[in-house]
């Protein structure tokens, strides 16, 4: 039976007992809204460790824009109907005083892979999600993190983060679940209009194309992407680059693991994805 707990203490207290007993405990840390793409994260999860919990909570240090933490979907009801039966141990849920209780004046802050792309978009941003996943590791006492591909560079701050602070958990990067024409699943896809979710494969569709040009020795095939991104109805690229797939830098060839990343804009929604080269 999924228990739902919302302090520290007893969420603690339950973990414990488990680790007393041996058991393996890995946590999935989402912001809740939840979709087939977090079903996967604890399914792999269950998978993996005896016990999972799978944490819901709104991190309002990760949010640059105030509007878009307001608007961002809370439905933590229909979230724990869909975990239930996946046979996950704990939904924890704390609120926000909880995670930040009056006083609080400490904060990771990260540089290097963080720095790029996102971190240069959205100033604090990874500032934000490594504070809040270094508390959920600690205040979960996990042994397994589990997080999806998509967020790829989130998943790269994270795993600099517990090799840099020694935090004893061992960070799986999942597969990005996409629905059936290409587009990665994400909570924000829900706030598209009908017309807005048929032009958003689009990006994935120019993705892959260009990814394909760039093995081939394309030197246009960025730029050719974000024309085909745009031409199909976004209305702003972020940026569409290719980097080193663990630091993040440019690429500065094709002899190691590359990421080809992208952030665009549709009806005021911000898309991001990613593929391997």
Known sequence: ????????????????????????????????????????L????????ARVIVTIFVNPKQFNNPDDLTKYPRTEAADADLLRPLGVDVIFAP???EVYPTGFATAVTMAGVAQPLEGALRPGHFDGVATVVA???GMTMADRGYFGQKDWQQLQV??????????????????????ADGLAMSSRNA????????????LFVAMTRA????????????????????????????????????????????????????????????LIDNIPL
């Open 211 to 270: 990814a394909a040009a760039l093995r081939a020795g394309d030197a246009t095939a960025l730029a050719t992407c974000q024309t085909e991104v745009l031409a199909a109805g976004f209305e702003r690229v972020e940026y569409i680059e290719l980097r080193d797939a663990s630091s993040l830098d440019p690429a500065e060839g094709l002899d190691r693991p590359l990421r080809l990343l992208a952030a665009a804009w549709l009806q005021g929604v911000r």
């Open 1 to 40: 039976m999924t228990q739902i707990i919302r302090t520290v203490a007893d969420l603690r207290a339950l973990v414990r007992g488990w680790k007393a007993a041996g058991d393996v405990v890995g946590v999935v840390p989402t912001m809740g809204a939840l979709h087939e793409g977090h079903l996967s």
């Open 191 to 202: 706030q598209l209009s009908i017309a807005g979710r048929a032009i958003a494969p689009a």
């Open 95 to 97: 609120s926000p005083d």
């Open 42 to 49: 604890a399914r792999a999860a269950k998978a993996d460790c």
């Open 135 to 137: 508390k959920l590791f």
């Open 158 to 179: 994270v795993k600099r983060l517990v090799r840099d602070l020694n935090i004893p958990v061992w960070v799986v990067g999942c597969e990005t679940i996409r629905e």
